[in-house]
C-alpha cells in the first residue's frame, strides 16, 4: 500500500466577496480532486492546540501524527534543525530578527528585507561582541537569524514575534519572564553595537532601512521527536521548499527530497515534486508533498494567485500521482495544515477540511460523492478535534507505543 500526503498550506479560506462569495477550493476548477474526493471520505480536523500559535509547524505536527503539545517547543529550535545547525546540551534556541525601529516603533520587522549578506555581516559583529559561553549568535538568510542562549530558565521567557507589532511602540512587547532582563539587554546593547555599523551606515546612505537591532522570540529547547518509521513503522520523504517543513522532516528522520525549481510560489516546479515523488513511492510506502504557494497567496490577500494554485495542484501533481500510480493501491489524504483565509491573510485555527481517497474503493458508490470543500467536509460530519490521530485513519494502523 502506497500512502501519499498533499498538503496544501493554508488552503482552507472563508467566503470570500472578491470570489462572488465562494471560497477558493469552491472557485477552483479541480477535476482532479472533484473524481477523487467523490470517490473518497471527507471530514474537518483542527490541526492547532490551546496555547499554541498556529503556525505551519505545529499544523504540518499534526498532520505527520504527532500531537504539537507534547512535540513543539518552539519555532527557533526547527529553524536551527532545518539549517543544519546543532543545539548543545541545556541550550535554548531562540530567532533573532533583525528589525529597523524608528522612535521606539517597531518600523519594520525584516529591516528592509535585508540581503543576507549584510544580515550576515551584522549578526557576526553581534556575535564578536556580545557572544561568549552563555549565547551565541547564528548566521541565517536576509534578516532571519538565530540565538543560542545557554540556561533552561530562558525557555520561559514571553516574547512577541516582530511582524505582530509592526507600527506600535516596542516598549510594551520586550521579553518579559524567565530570561526576561537579560533579553532585554542584550537587545538594548544590539542597538548601540548595531547603529554606527558600515554596512547600516551603506544602507542610510543607499535610502535603505537600516537592521539596528536584534529581536528574540519564538525560542525553544531542541527538538525531540521520536522517528516517523518507529512511530508508523512505514519508511517516507518529504518533498518540500520551506525550511520548516525539512526541519520537521529531519526531526522524524524523513527523507528530505530537493526538487530543482520548487519556489513556494505559483511559479514552482509543480511537475517535478509529482515526479519526485512518484520516484520515491517507488521505493517507499509514504511520500508527505508540502506545497507551500497557497499559504503565500493567502497571506497576501491574493484570490487570482490562491486559486490558480490550488487549480496547478489539481491539474499537475493529483492527475500525475494518479495516473503513475494506477495499478497498485494507494491512499492518499489531501488536506491544509491550517487555514490562510484571504480576509485574515494570516493563519487562522478553525477546522479544516480533508479528504482520503483509497484506489481499492474507486467506484463501489460508498464515498463522499461531493466536491473538496470547506462545506462539504463540514457537512460530512466526521471531525477530529485532535488533528493528529487521523494520521492513525489515513495509515490504517495505530503508532507503536513507545513512539
Ligand atoms: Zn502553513
Known sequence: ???????????ADRPFAGLDGKTPLEAARTPNLDRLCAAGALGTLRTGAPGLPMGSDVGNMSVLGYDPRQYYSGRAPFEALAQG???DKGEIAFRANLVHVADGVMDDY???HMSTEDGRDLIKVLEKSLGGPKLRFVGGVQYRHLAMFKGSAFEGAKCTPPHDITGKPIEEYLPKGGGGKELRQIMEDSRLILEGHEVNRERRRAGKKTGNMVWF???GKAVAM???????????SVITAVDLMRGLAK???LEVIEVPGATGWIDSNFKGKAEAALKALAKKDFVYIHMEATDEAGHKGDAAAKVRAIELIDEVVVAALEQGLRGQDWRMLVTPDHATPLEARTHTDEAVPYFIYDSRQNGDGAGAKARYTEATARAAGKHFENGWELMAEFLQRQPAAKA
Open 217 to 219: 522570540w519564538g525560542q
Open 1 to 11: 500500500m502506497k500512502h501519499v500526503v498533499v498538503l496544501m498550506d493554508g488552503v
Open 110 to 112: 525584516s529591516a528592509g
Open 85 to 87: 545547525v546543532k543545539m
Open 251 to 253: 526531526a522524524t528522520g
Open 226 to 236: 521520536p522517528a516517523f518509521a518507529a512511530r508508523w513503522g512505514l519508511k517516507g
